[in-house]
């Protein structure tokens, strides 16, 4: 695995490090998560990190965006 250092704005770090907490997952977890459903599906679907967070929902990464917004409907 390899490790990538970005640069966030306080604001975006601070709602990743939330939403990794509620999910109980780490924030790298949270990102390769983020990441992956952001990519070009390539005929195979990759999730490193599925299942990890336990939400009980399947469909977390073709909803990332819509949920990170706030607007997943509850």
Known sequence: MKRTTIKL???LDSRIRHEASRRDMTVSEWTREALT???PNEGIRRFGAAGVGH???SDISERIEEIL???SGR
Request: charged share 40%; glycine share 16%; proline share 8%.
């Open 55 to 57: 939400s009980g929902r």
């Open 9 to 11: 704005p306080d604001e």
């Open 69 to 71: 917004r706030g607007e």
């Open 37 to 39: 459903a952001h990519l």
